[in-house]
């Protein structure tokens, strides 16, 4: 038998409130969120993860897809 390998997604959430921005970045098995996903549950998946603060949810200014190699690039950064 052939088995898949379960597929990531990964994503470049920015933030800005105004005085700062900055981004945080999350990785997504493919099943864990529907293929219709908004950023709406993109966040809440990363408050649920414990990467993102729902006290930050409000100062959303973007989400990205990202590749994995600007994944990794930029959580070594």
Do not use: C, R
Not at 45 to 72: H, L, S, W
Request: no cysteine; hydrophobic share 35%.
């Amino acid at each position: 038998m052939n088995y898949k390998i379960k597929d990531m997604k990964y994503y470049d959430i920015h933030f800005n409130d105004g005085v700062s921005s900055y981004s945080k970045f999350i990785q997504v098995k493919d099943n864990l969120l529907t293929s219709d996903a908004n950023d709406d549950d993109i966040l809440g998946f990363g408050v649920d993860i414990g990467m993102i603060d729902p006290d930050e949810m409000e100062y959303k200014d973007k989400i990205t897809e990202i590749d994995e190699a600007e994944y990794n690039k930029a959580i070594q950064a």
